[in-house]
């Protein structure tokens, strides 16, 4: 049995203590010294990449005194969700009331803490997630590049099999013009992927692809979603980086290949000052065609020998089903390395205008024709130099190394213009042409130029020109121009000026 005065103690004791807790719980409005308990939130970084981590950091405290050892639990709410719900993530403040709570979101999340002693709750802080994007854009042979654009995001999210629009706007123009359709694909570990690939011009460019992403709001900030584009349209700038990939854009550089633009201008400067009617044609080393008056169409000369050495060839393997046998190298050799005309008649025999009209086709000629005789073909520069950029692959590989000995090993009577100016530096494959015509003097000249890695063709026609040697004079200027420091001295000029027979 307690004495009085033990009693009287332990009274005076509990009543303190009930004073006491009143003072820390008492809710607001109960009392003027009621003191609601404060728990802030606050994140490390707003903004992350996807498959990074944030840290969380708060406070709790009530009035100006730090809570210790008081339990935090975490509540998210991602985009899309409908409520709150919680995450599992929890711990306790330190002696100073402050808490940490490592947090790795997959996609735009709002958060907050909540302590249940003293009873708290924070206010909601977003975290961004921005897709973890990877672009590779790669230039390709003839003037194509490659655009490969990753994405990481939320596996959830089902970006796979949308349609991706493709702009191209070359140089600083503004239009945008689109190019291409392709789909997404997607992985099961959120992995999603475009890809295209595309001509350009050479310099500089700029590329955008874009697809209509479900659920686009849950990954990124505002700043990085736009309208795709279904259709061209005009923008004189873009951002230079996007961080999606519902809407990539990006400013890129082609090569453009040799011979470059000046050297192709200082030809036509060079051209256009000549007297007479003229064309020429470069197919560079990134398959770029360029030059002047491509499409005049002009007789041909003997210059379509070289499209009936390949024709023929074609037909031995692809109909005849054999390789040389009889007269056939008798008859090819003299046609190519002299200019023999009755033996381009024979070969125009075997062979007639429809395979020649095939190889046209295959060559990606667009002026070509022919009627009555191989002499009476017509065609343009453009024509010419697209044939001979594609000759390794118009002719069968049993008579490859053949054809490419007998066109760079003409006769060296014949061998003035291109070969004359671009030996050494260049292994040259040609074939001219020589006649004379109603307004004068016709001299034609194809050739295939080659070294190393690079490999350009080029054609120069000319009709009306005062004389052969003029017409000789004409093609030698051009190629010094496209072929720069390396062509040989253009002032010791070829002994071709009064050519023999079998020009055609």
Known sequence: MRS????????????????????????????????????????????????QSATIRGRLTLGTTKIPGAAITLESKPYGAKSWSATGAATTTKADGTYSIKVRPRRNTLYR??????????????????????????????????????????PALNWSHKRVYWFLAEGTSPQFKLIRHSRTTQGHSGLTRMKE??????????????FSAPNRKAMGPARGRAVCHHSSFRKRR???????????????FAPFGFPGPDAVSSARQFITGQAGVHSFAVVNSEGRMSGWDIHRTYISASVVKAMLL??????????????????????????????????ATTIWQRVGDGRLYDLAHLAGMRDFSISGIWANAHFSASDQARFMFKLDQLLPDEFRGYARWLL??????????IPHVARPYWYVMFKGGWRSTGIGQLVHQIARLERAKRTW??????????????GIGTIEGVTARLVGPHAASVSKASNAHSLGPGGG
């Open 408 to 417: 760079a090993n003409i006769d060296p009577s014949q061998s003035w213009g």
């Open 4 to 51: 009085p005065r033990r009693a009287l103690a332990a009274r005076a004791s509990i009543a303190s203590g009930a004073v006491a807790l009143a003072w820390l719980y008492t809710p607001a409005g109960v009392g003027a010294a009621a003191v609601t308990a404060q728990l802030t939130a606050v994140p490390g970084r707003s903004e992350i990449t996807y498959g």
């Open 113 to 154: 803490t909540r302590s249940a002693t003293p009873p708290a709750l924070s206010r909601a802080v977003p975290i961004v997630v921005d897709e973890l994007t990877d672009a590779h854009i790669n230039n390709l042979a003839l003037g194509r590049i490659r655009v490969i654009v990753t994405s990481r995001h939320d």
């Open 238 to 252: 873009l951002p230079r980086h996007w961080l999606t990939l519902s809407y990539f854009h990006r400013v890129g």
């Open 197 to 210: 690939q595309f001509k350009v011009s050479g310099g500089r460019y700029r590329v955008l692809a874009c």
């Open 310 to 343: 390949v024709a023929y060839l074609r037909k031995l393997h692809y109909e005849d089903h054999r390789g040389f046998c009889c007269d056939d190298q008798s008859v090819l050799y003299p046609m190519i390395h002299v200019s023999d005309n009755n033996a």
């Open 457 to 470: 063709t080029m054609a120069v026609l000319t009709d009306g020109d005062p004389s052969m040697g003029y």
